[in-house]
């Protein structure tokens, strides 16, 4: 046997885990969170303490009211439909509200400049990407692709609603506020 049958065989037995999309989405948008969030409490220079005033929200204008209710609904059926067994009637009904409802939030995302005080910005980038990837999730399962669907509406939620979700707590952001008070 020679050593490079040795080390090929080795190799076959120590078997690294494959992360998934949504795994490495995760690993890099968590740290660079934390960084900005830290920076941003280092800068500010006192600790948040949880409080819920939802006036900002209420003084904010109606694209963000209607962007923020969407993504509120959109969580709160994503998380259902996460949890919920697949494949039945119920969660063909649910899916096509959570496709509805994640439509309205990125397609309202369009109408909020307040971040970059410019008609677009980076964020929407991620709003773009949404649009264009419902269509091809709900193609998927109609060709009878359930791991397609799964891969593509999963990977949705986590960055539109998750990761986006989280860097709208951002100190300083508008949900911020609503939030946390100093």
Same mark, same amino acid.
């Given at each position: 046997?020679?050593?490079?049958?040795?080390?090929?065989?080795?190799?076959?037995? /120590?078997? !690294?885990?494959?992360?998934? &999309?949504?795994?490495? =989405?995760? +690993? *890099?948008?968590?740290? %660079?969170?934390?960084? #900005?969030?830290?920076?941003?409490?280092?800068? /500010?220079? !006192?600790?948040?303490?949880? &409080?819920?005033?939802? =006036?900002? +929200? *209420?003084?904010?204008? %109606?694209?963000?009211? #209607?962007?923020?209710?969407?993504?509120?609904?959109?969580?709160?059926?994503?998380?259902?439909?996460?949890?919920?067994?697949?494949?039945?009637?119920?969660?063909?009904?649910?899916?096509?509200?959570?496709?509805?409802?994640?439509?309205?939030?990125?397609?309202?995302?369009?109408?909020?400049?307040?971040?970059?005080?410019?008609?677009?910005?980076?964020?929407?980038?991620?709003?773009?990407?949404?649009?264009?990837?419902?269509?091809?999730?709900?193609?998927?399962?109609?060709?009878?692709?359930?791991?397609?669907?799964?891969?593509?509406?999963?990977?949705?939620?986590?960055?539109?609603?998750?990761?986006?979700?989280?860097?709208?707590?951002?100190?300083?952001?508008?949900?911020?506020?609503?939030?946390?008070?100093?």
């Amino acid at each position: 046997m020679s050593p490079t049958d040795v080390s090929s065989r080795a190799r076959l037995l /120590i078997r !690294r885990p494959k992360l998934s &999309r949504t795994a490495w =989405t995760l +690993l *890099i948008a968590l740290p %660079i969170y934390a960084g #900005i969030s830290a920076l941003s409490l280092i800068e /500010i220079g !006192r600790l948040p303490r949880f &409080r819920f005033d939802p =006036t900002p +929200l *209420i003084e904010s204008g %109606i694209a963000i009211q #209607i962007h923020v209710a969407a993504a509120l609904t959109t969580l709160a059926i994503g998380i259902y439909l996460m949890v919920a067994p697949k494949g039945f009637r119920l969660h063909r009904t649910f899916g096509w509200a959570w496709v509805v409802s994640m439509a309205v939030t990125a397609g309202s995302s369009f109408f909020i400049s307040t971040l970059f005080q410019t008609s677009l910005g980076p964020i929407h980038a991620l709003s773009a990407w949404t649009m264009l990837g419902l269509p091809m999730g709900i193609a998927a399962i109609k060709r009878r692709d359930v791991a397609r669907h799964r891969k593509d509406m999963t990977n949705m939620f986590v960055g539109g609603m998750v990761i986006a979700g989280l860097f709208s707590l951002l100190p300083g952001r508008l949900m911020w506020h609503v939030f946390f008070a100093l």
